[in-house]
Nanobody, 126 residues
């Protein structure tokens, strides 16, 4: 059983930055993994924020393009999400996710993802 551990959440003012990190102790990330960050705002479905596929292609949700950067570090065994120019509407629980077969930016397919972390809260005040 793979356990994903998120860290780095917190409270920040609008325009500020945070860096989220996802790690796992029982599993070593490989280039064949599908990894990503998702978020769930209050009253909303869980939605994809940024994912990296087995070919190393990174995709971002339109609402974070130019503000967030996803990076995968095989040596450190981490998946990081650098978030800049944060807005109040970015307030959400952020989750790290992993799958060995597929991961897409289609929010309808989100429930099919195999592994999730417990989440880390990000709160952006205006």
């Amino acid at each position: 059983q793979v356990q994903l551990l998120e860290s780095g959440g917190g409270s920040v003012q609008s325009g500020g930055s945070l860096r989220l990190s996802c790690a796992t102790s029982e599993y070593t990330f490989t280039n064949d993994d599908y990894l990503g960050w998702f978020r769930q705002r209050s009253g909303n479905w869980r939605e994809p924020v940024a994912i990296i596929d087995h070919k190393g292609i990174i995709r971002y949700a339109d609402f974070v393009k130019g503000r967030f950067t996803l990076s995968k570090d095989i040596a450190k065994n981490t998946l990081d999400l650098q978030m800049s120019s944060l807005k109040p509407e970015d307030t959400a629980m952020y989750y790290c996710a992993a799958d060995w077969e597929r991961m897409t930016m289609n929010p309808v397919r989100t429930p099919e993802i195999g592994y999730w972390g417990q989440g880390t809260q990000v709160t952006v005040s205006s």
